[in-house]
Nanobody, 122 residues
Framework: VKLVESGGGLVQAGGSLRLPCEAA????????AGWFRQAPGKEREGVSC??????RTYYADSVKGRFTISSDNANVYLQMNSLKSEETAVYYC??????????????????WGEGTLVTVAS
């Protein structure tokens, strides 16, 4: 299994970015997939996760109304709008086989990408 993120870069505060994650070796339609981020000096946190099989999504409170997660069998996307400078971080794609619940915690994820850096300039 391999997950590859892309779409990171430099954006002005208030701007938007769309992060794609492409999977090789798994079908996102049958997994819980999500996006996590780790800012400098902080712990990694769950941003948003989706269990497409069950029609469930999770969003961290800090991103509700601004971020949207979507997926197809080979890709999971994170649309990020109204970005804030404090959201500068490395963003990681992850997946787990559990679909009973949409756990969006890093210790439940089984597969990880290497991350893509998002820098939000104030």
């Amino acid at each position: 299994v391999k997950l590859v993120e892309s779409g990171g870069g430099l954006v002005q505060a208030g701007g938007s970015l769309r992060l794609p994650c492409e999977a090789a070796g798994l079908d996102f339609d049958e997994y819980t997939a999500g996006w996590f981020r780790q800012a400098p000096g902080k712990e990694r946190e769950g941003v948003s996760c989706v269990t497409k099989l069950k029609g469930r999504t999770y969003y961290a409170d800090s991103v509700k109304g601004r971020f949207t997660i979507s997926s197809d069998n080979a890709n999971v996307y994170l649309q990020m709008n109204s970005l804030k400078s404090e959201e500068t971080a490395v963003y990681y794609c992850a997946a787990q086989t559990r679909t009973t619940h949409t756990y969006c915690t890093d210790w439940t994820m089984e597969y990880w990408g290497e991350g893509t850096l998002v820098t939000v300039a104030s």
